[in-house]
């Protein structure tokens, strides 16, 4: 079972998801749980299924101190990049705390913020530290559920299956179609195996 980083102060871990996506969002969850929490089910959410992270979703909701759900769109990835706009989703997911935390703890190696934040990146934290990984519960189901919606105007692209990331079909799919206005246009979408040699 996963930990708590700290059970004497108020820790928010913050994860995100759709970072590696061609299409869609970059989105950011920052959760602060109750101290003393344990919730054994609770893990790295690319280790649940749709209908655990569903489940746990909800119980993060209800249990929580307090959490806060970001994305940033495709058009803004493509104007400051990838990188930046996961910062920025962070960032406004921290800010958008109703409580303010004694600590942030971050998934990853890298973090950037303007504001005076005390904070730690963790390699693996969704793997190490229960608030990361309902971090990254909340952030996986959200997201989700944004492609599923956007999946309505754009069905040809699978992306309620895909959820926008480059498998062979999505591939396919934007080599007949052609990319729609939320694919990442900045990304190298096509393989050199879906380009045309003149």
């Not at 003393?36 to 249990?63: A, G, M, V």
């Not at 705390?97 to 963790?122: V, Y």
């Not at 956007?150 to 052609?178: A, C, D, Q, V």
Request: charged share 25%; proline share 3%.
């Amino acid at each position: 079972m996963l930990s708590l980083f700290d059970n004497k102060n108020l820790v928010c871990g913050v994860d995100e998801a759709g970072r590696g996506s061609l299409a869609g969002p970059v989105t950011a969850a920052a959760v602060i749980l109750p101290k003393n929490y344990k919730n054994p089910f609770i893990k790295d959410s690319k280790k649940l299924n749709q209908d655990q992270r569903t489940r746990l979703y909800n119980e993060i909701i209800n249990d929580c101190i307090s959490y806060s759900i970001m994305s940033i769109n495709s058009k803004k990835i493509d104007k400051i990049n990838i990188l930046n706009s996961t910062y920025l989703a962070m960032n406004f997911a921290i800010e958008n705390l109703e409580i303010k935390p004694h600590k942030i703890i971050i998934d990853g190696n890298r973090f950037k913020t303007n504001k005076k934040i005390n904070f730690e990146c963790i390699v693996g934290g969704d793997n190490k530290y229960l608030s990361i990984a309902a971090a990254s519960i909340l952030a996986k189901v959200k997201r989700d559920e944004i492609m599923c919606e956007l999946n309505t105007l754009f069905p040809m692209y699978g992306w309620k299956n895909n959820k926008g990331y480059g498998t062979i079909s999505h591939r396919e799919m934007i080599s007949k179609y052609g990319l729609c206005r939320f694919h990442r246009k900045t990304f190298k979408i096509k393989n050199k195996q879906l380009k045309l040699t003149i």
